[in-house]
């Protein structure tokens, strides 16, 4: 899947609407197979965020593990290098191989998107 | 004709000698006397992680062997941290079937002969591949959704405090609980971080242990009134929900349509407390207070063993300790013990005629709830 600077790529489904990150089978929400390529902001914010004292082994501690949303409600699961970023901020994020890295505080945003889901 | 349990053996937990084959040998033939050595049909037996930890498997041969059940059948049950709950639901379901008079169902883990470390990635096994890919583990995520929770509900974290101390304090009673001593909520705020806002004390042990229980065809103090299953999402960022686990809720309306039953009429639970805020989520879950709701439940007593709902009298996963594949079926011997009259120390201070078993595998992706009780005519 192709993904453009500044955007993740994900799934959306035709059926709910519902956008989630690309994963194997149908779509999470409403099961239906109808689903294809979108693509999101790679931008989102902060809704809790941990450090680990005991990784798994051979993992240095301590392992962060950041947990956003972005656009659309749709969820990442993340880590990163460095200290947490606060709860409620806007971070950037990328792809690398299997995982999400939180790569800094998101730069000015000119404009916001008004619809996302209130959890 | 129904099912119930004829034999309730918890098993010790904690560092324990002994090889996992050898723990569930202990608590098997202390099951198998209390009903006479009489014919067993068939062997369920649940573990998590018996190869990956306990060094072991083909475990139905190795304890058909060592306890000389000649001529039984046998399966081996895996549901994460929820096995030794599956392993049960299995037994019954012979039982129902018709395939069998009398099962054995064991369930048992070995985790203290490897590192925090190699049990921690063990354990993570349990977890989807996006969440392994960024090196989650179990705490982490729980973490992450009592940061949720927490924040959703503005529940203090004294609350989280409160279902440590109430386990402990409980587990005292508990001959074979791993932690049988108190603990107060200062020294609970002050052990070491885990993964905040969890801390060593709000987190389950690394423990071993086993528990044992016989069913049979026909009626008692604890037949089997309810069997329910939920599932949900495997990976946290796919749930609907982040602040209650929808596996839960769906097993315990599967749990209460089956028994004919109504929350109201359960008497006392055992939780799946592997996390602290998890005891908080899971009564509202099970439909047993409001959303948000638990934290002053455990605040104000209600879920003391005197309470208006008492809530793991055993002393829950805190207190007696987390032989992950074993706790569900630790939580429905104890259960049973307390219709039976057989609870001994922990014996509740009215006999009761309903009770209720929920155990979480790995992060809530599936749950198992079991209602037990005396049987639906009411006579014994």
């Known amino acids: 899947m192709s993904e453009r600077a500044g955007e993740v790529a994900v799934m959306r489904c035709h059926d709910c609407h519902a956008r989630f990150l690309s994963r194997p089978g149908r779509c999470p929400r409403c099961g239906d197979r109808d689903v294809a390529e979108d693509h999101i902001p790679a931008r989102a914010t902060v809704i809790a965020a941990t450090e680990l004292t005991v990784p798994p082994e051979g993992v240095p501690a301590p392992h962060p593990l950041v947990l956003l949303e972005g656009e659309e409600g749709v969820r990442i699961l993340a880590t990163m290098e460095g200290p947490l970023p606060p709860i409620g901020s806007v971070v950037e994020f990328s792809r690398i191989g299997d995982a999400f890295w939180v790569s800094g505080p998101a730069k000015v945003i000119v404009a916001t998107s008004a619809v996302g889901a209130d959890r | 004709m129904p099912a119930h349990i004829v034999a309730a053996v918890p098993g010790k937990v904690g560092r324990r000698s002994g090889s996992l084959v050898d723990l569930l040998t202990e608590v098997g033939d202390q099951a198998l006397e209390a009903v006479g050595r009489r014919r067993v049909d068939t062997l369920i037996v649940g573990s998590m992680a018996a190869g990956l930890l306990g060094g072991v498997e083909n475990l139905v041969p190795n304890l058909t062997d060592r306890l000389h059940l000649e001529s039984a059948n046998g399966l081996r049950v895996e549901a994460a941290s929820a096995s030794g709950a599956a392993a049960f639901h299995a037994g019954v379901t012979e039982i129902l079937a018709g395939n069998a008079e009398r099962v054995l169902v064991l369930a048992g883990e070995k985790m203290t002969g490897r590192s925090t470390p190699q049990v921690s990635r063990a354990l993570a096994l349990s977890l989807a591949p996006s969440e392994q890919a960024v090196h989650a583990t179990l705490p982490g995520l729980a973490a ?7 924040s959703r509900y503005h529940v203090p974290s004294e609350a989280i405090d409160a279902v440590t101390v109430q386990m402990r304090h409980s587990a005292q009673g508990n001959p074979n609980a791993q932690f049988p001593t108190p603990v107060s909520a200062d020294e609970i705020a002050s052990s070491r971080p885990i993964a905040l806002p969890l801390r060593l004390l709000h987190c389950a042990a690394i423990s071993d242990g086993a528990a044992a229980v016989v069913l049979e ?80 439940w455990f605040l104000e007593g209600r879920t003391r063993p005197e309470g208006r709902f008492p809530v793991n009298p055993s002393g829950g996963i805190l207190g007696r300790g987390h032989p992950v594949g074993a706790s569900g079926l630790l939580q429905i011997a104890e259960v049973a013990r307390q219709l039976r009259g057989e609870a001994g120390s922990l014996s509740l201070p009215q006999r009761p005629s309903t009770g209720m078993a929920q155990s979480i595998g790995g992060l809530g992706a599936q749950v198992f709830v079991t209602i037990l009780g005396n049987p639906p005519g009411g006579a014994r």
């Open chain 2, 217 to 296: 065809r026909g009626e008692g103090p604890a037949c089997v009134l309810g069997l329910g299953q939920g599932l949900d999402a495997l990976a946290l960022v796919d749930r609907a929900e982040l602040t209650s686990f929808k596996a839960t809720r769906t097993a315990a309306q599967n749990a209460y349509e089956h028994a004919h039953l109504t929350r109201k009429e359960i008497a006392f639970g055992e939780v799946h407390d592997a996390f602290a805020p998890f005891a908080l989520q899971s009564l509202e879950d099970l439909g047993l207070c409001g959303a948000g709701e638990a934290g002053r």
């Open chain 2, 144 to 150: 992450l959704v009592a940061q949720r929770y927490l």
